[in-house]
T-cell receptor, first 109, second 114 residues
């Protein structure tokens, strides 16, 4: 089976930096993805880590440590539009994803 | 623009009345997925197609079926909807190419069961 743990909610102010952690227990782990979902919208892909280390894409970065079964998403220079739910998802051998329960990020002025 | 399209955006059905949700894609992707997402929960994979090969998740109820008549279209059939099947149903695609990690999601169909 697979289980992923991430905080249910995180709050921050505009311009700040926030880190959303994800720990997982799984068999057949191939990588960790991150998706953003605005309320009522579709999930959109943010980042993927197949190997240990940091991946940077603009204001967003993602990190993976396979030995610790741990990853995080780092959001810098927060903007109001970043208020959304963020899901970590484990990639399985058949390339399907198992999603965590999501973290709701609230960005205030 | 290449995209994933789901119609309708909102679907109302009656308890026990079969319903079909549709998904089409202009990305020419090999893989298509159906997810169920209930309020404030994670998307849960129901099944996926790699080309014509159907892959059912072990815990997907028999009440849920799928068809993929061609590369572009995929359907989700709910044979006898129950109140617990009310949810957002998301269709997604991916290329299936090694190294291409992105799944592209459609806007979803919100199903209401009366």
């Amino acid at each position: 089976g697979q289980s992923l743990e991430q905080p249910s909610e995180v709050t921050a102010v505009e311009g700040a930096i926030v880190q959303i952690n994800c720990t997982y227990q799984t068999s057949g782990f191939y990588g960790l993805s991150w998706y953003q979902q605005h309320d009522g919208g579709a999930p959109t892909f943010l980042s993927y880590n197949g190997l240990d280390g940091l991946e940077e894409t603009g204001r967003f970065s993602s990190f993976l440590s396979r030995s610790d079964s741990y990853g995080y998403l780092l959001l810098q220079e927060l903007q109001m539009k970043d208020s959304a739910s963020y899901f970590c998802a484990v990639k399985r051998r058949d390339s399907t994803l198992t999603f965590g329960k999501g973290t709701m990020l609230l960005v205030s002025p | 623009d290449a995209m994933v399209i789901q119609n309708p955006r909102y679907q109302v059905t009656q308890f026990g009345k079969p319903v079909t949700l549709s998904c089409s894609q202009t990305l020419n992707h090999n893989v298509m997925y159906w997810y169920q997402q209930k309020s404030s929960q994670a998307p849960k994979l129901l099944f996926h197609y790699y080309d014509k090969d159907f892959n059912n998740e072990a815990d997907t109820p028999d009440n849920f079926q799928s068809r993929r008549p061609n590369t572009s279209f995929c359907f989700l059939d709910i044979r006898s909807p129950g109140l617990g099947d009310a949810a957002m149903y998301l269709c997604a695609t991916s290329s299936g190419t090694s190294g291409e990690e992105t799944q592209y999601f459609g806007p979803g169909t919100r199903l209401l069961v009366l």
